[in-house]
């Protein structure tokens, strides 16, 4: 019971960290579970270990894919995510917690608004990357969280 009660914290850490990112929030849920499973040493724990890989592995791959279509189809380019992501990371450590956000939709917007030269084109493209970034914390969230969701199964059945 102590190490459900351990494994379950990691995975909620990891969701945590998925939603603020501070740490590799899925690897840590994936790390928890597997830890769970080698523990257990039961087929259902392999079977529960190889689910949770393959929704966060499915995840993960969404994740990259569909944002990165709409970021194309809205045609901004992955410099000005670039940019935005590092004017957010120095976001994070100046204002912490809300920096991250602020800084993103900064700097994808200072960004854009130079390689324009329209404020409203720029707009526009921060926008569509905000709602892509967005949409790619989703993703990740849904994948963990079905992986959390079949190991909660698992250890209430066991």
Do not use: C, N
């Not at 039961?42 to 079977?47: D, F, S």
């Not at 809205?74 to 992501?85: F, L």
């Not at 993103?104 to 409203?120: I, M, Q």
């Amino acid at each position: 019971m102590t190490t459900e009660i351990l494994v379950a914290l990691a995975i909620l850490v990891g969701l945590v960290g998925i939603v603020v990112p501070i740490m590799p929030g899925s690897l840590l849920v994936l790390g928890a579970i597997a830890v769970w499973a080698f523990t257990t040493a039961t087929a259902t724990g392999y079977v529960v270990l190889g689910t949770a890989a393959a929704l966060i592995g499915l995840a993960t791959l969404v994740k990259y894919v569909w944002p990165h279509r709409r970021l194309r189809a809205a045609a901004v380019p992955t410099r000005s995510i670039i940019q935005g992501g590092i004017a957010g990371i120095v976001g994070f450590f100046v204002i912490p917690l809300v920096g991250l956000p602020i800084g993103f939709v900064t700097g994808t917007y200072l960004a854009e608004h130079v390689r324009t030269r329209d404020r409203r084109a720029a707009w526009r493209a921060t926008v569509a990357a905000t709602k892509a970034v967005g949409l790619s914390l989703l993703v990740e969230l849904t994948g963990a969280l079905l992986a959390a969701g079949v190991w909660v199964v698992a250890v209430t059945r066991m």
